[in-house]
């Protein structure tokens, strides 16, 4: 009899305890990595868990009753998540956004959430604390995020038409329950609030205009991003994503926008303004028109690896720095490190094919790592 092997790896386990440097400093805020990027925003993983399946992030086929999710003592607590947070915003983290999996289901997200806004940049500055939502308990949770001390946050919703979001979030939920959750945000004053629309052809294509319709002239500014390579799981093609550019004119043919500047260095979305006053509308083209020379963002996943890069295949294990009674000061000194010798441009060197990555960059999933 032939036996089969079919290796697996899960990409959670590649191991990589950062080296505490043997002369420590202290931190100055101007960490600069190779390509000159400082470190200033912190994208915070709270959960691997979520109610949604949305194909192009969990697809149900991976994502089912056998996955192995992480178990509850794998995940930083909230004082861990504090503890580094500080250290990151001692070295220029001025926004912290969390994030996951579906990070309202992370429990007493709210304590969480108090802790954060009670931390101040070296200058005094309240942080721009933020959160990315599928929005589906929002309008539950509103106003104890904004009373904890949350900001903003920003909600995904990839359709208006029922059937079409139900087949995207794959466990049937409908857009009724997202907007509701979206004007429950309104009012507690969670604004200016994004609507994140991932863009995949064949898929929801059709809803790019309605879409635009419905957020053009209220209050919420509607994100069109293009669909990617993210993860390992979602089978991604080129010619599933539609170019930003294509977007961009097939919502001017029929609302006509003009482009705006950046609002500051850095910002990922393109912005376009409707001409007849409208408000605007945001082009994330991750792939069209990579962004890496300006990416000055770290990713911190549920279990406290450090990724320098969405797309990064190991992270950084600052977990058992923590747990292993290494000092504030051991662990920035890591934090510097790491950042200093920082190369990742990975979307500007990306290949048209997740199948023709070599394995040794495949890379770790979005609801493991946070979007
Ligand atoms: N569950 C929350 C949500 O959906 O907003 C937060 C986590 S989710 C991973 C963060 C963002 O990543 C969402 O706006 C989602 O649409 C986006 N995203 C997930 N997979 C993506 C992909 N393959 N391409 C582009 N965006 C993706
Ligand atoms: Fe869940 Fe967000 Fe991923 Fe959808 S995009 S499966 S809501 S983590
Ligand atoms: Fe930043 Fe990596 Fe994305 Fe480039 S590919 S923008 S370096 S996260």
Redesign the pocket.
Known sequence: MTEKFIPLTDYRNRNNIPEIPSVLEAPSGLLSDTLKRPLRDLRISVTDHCNFRCVYCMPKEMFDKDYAFLPHSALLSFEEITRLAAIFIRHGVEKIRLTGGEPLLRKNIERLIGMLSSLRTPDGRELDLTLTTNGSLLAKKARLLKDAGLKRVTVSLDALDDATFKRMNDVDFPVTDVLAGIDAAHQAGLGPIKINMVVKRGMNEQEILPMARHFKGSPYILRLIEYMDVGASNGWKMDEVIPSAEVVRRIHAELPVQQVAPNYPGETAGRWRYQDGGGEIGVIS?VTQ???HD?N?ARLSTEGKLYT???AGAGHDFRALLRGNRSDSEISSAVAQIWRVRN?????LRSANTSDLPTAIRKVEMSYIGG
Not at 344 to 348: G, I, L, T
């Open positions: 991750s990579a962004f890496c990416c963002r890069c969405l797309f990742d441009r990975y979307s500007e």
